[in-house]
Antibody, heavy 119, light 111 residues
Framework: QVQLVESGGGVVQPGGSVTLSCAAS????????VHWVRQAPGKGLEWLTVISDDGDYKYYADSAKDRFSISRDNSRDTLYLQMSLLRAEDTAIYFCARESVVGDVFDIWGPGTMVTVSS | QSALTQPASVSGSPGQSITISCTGT?????????VSWYQQTPGKAPKLVLY???KRPSGISNRFSGSKSGNSASLTISGLQAEDEADYYCCSYARGSTLYVFGTGTKVTVL
């Protein structure tokens, strides 16, 4: 079935780095834009970044543009999010989400991976 | 870009209708018919329930409907059922570097 599955979360020290992965299956990954969205504990959803289907275009939220980097490997059906200089406020569940063919809608979400920034 | 404003909680009895509002600005909701709504139950990923203001994805009950007026959008759930108890988030495309802005979220309780 159509699905996304994130991995790579865990406990990271302040100032550290981590790379999250999102494995896609059940659809033609290379034809979809994909996004990262996060949710701090007990808080709402926050859009972070998107990458176009071919990887040529990337856009970032103001909160992500200086420290986060999105990339994809269409040969591996995998999306990535590199995060650096992590702060306590980056503690959150990180979701990857597929953009629908109609555009500007997140129609498939992964279950998320938790990143905890703590010493 | 600030989050869209939603009421923190809305409740209703089974069979009743409830409406969740989502207020933005002319930099987001007011400028684009790109409003979507997501349902999230505890410990789960969000699930799309409406897009394009009032379109339902395949498999979503016609008890869910949406509208938009000016800088605000709304989600109405009619014939409220116990399974509708969840958090609901609106989302809009936005002008600026932060392309999408979510609402603050509304907890729906079925009494």
């Amino acid at each position: 079935q159509v699905q996304l599955v994130e991995s790579g979360g865990g406990v990271v020290q302040p100032g550290g780095s981590v790379t999250l992965s999102c494995a896609a299956s059940g659809f033609i990954f290379s034809t979809s834009a994909v996004h990262w969205v996060r949710q701090a504990p007990g808080k709402g959803l926050e859009w972070l970044t998107v990458i176009s289907d071919d990887g040529d275009y990337k856009y970032y939220a103001d909160s992500a543009k200086d420290r986060f980097s999105i990339s994809r490997d269409n040969s591996r059906d995998t999306l990535y999010l590199q995060m650096s200089l992590l702060r306590a406020e980056d503690t959150a569940i990180y979701f990857c989400a597929r953009e629908s063919v109609v555009g500007d809608v997140f129609d498939i979400w992964g279950p998320g991976t938790m990143v905890t920034v703590s010493s | 870009q600030s989050a869209l404003t939603q009421p923190a909680s809305v409740s209703g009895s089974p069979g009743q209708s409830i409406t969740i509002s989502c207020t933005g600005t002319n930099n987001d909701i007011g400028s684009y018919n790109v409003v979507s709504w997501y349902q999230q139950t505890p410990g789960k990923a969000p699930k799309l329930v409406l897009y394009g203001v009032n379109k339902r994805p395949s498999g979503i009950s016609n008890r869910f409907s949406g509208s938009k007026s000016g800088n605000s959008a709304s989600l109405t759930i009619s014939g409220l059922q116990a399974e509708d108890e969840a958090d609901y988030y609106c989302c809009s495309y936005a002008r600026g570097s932060t392309l999408y802005v979510f609402g603050t979220g509304t907890k729906v309780t079925v009494l």
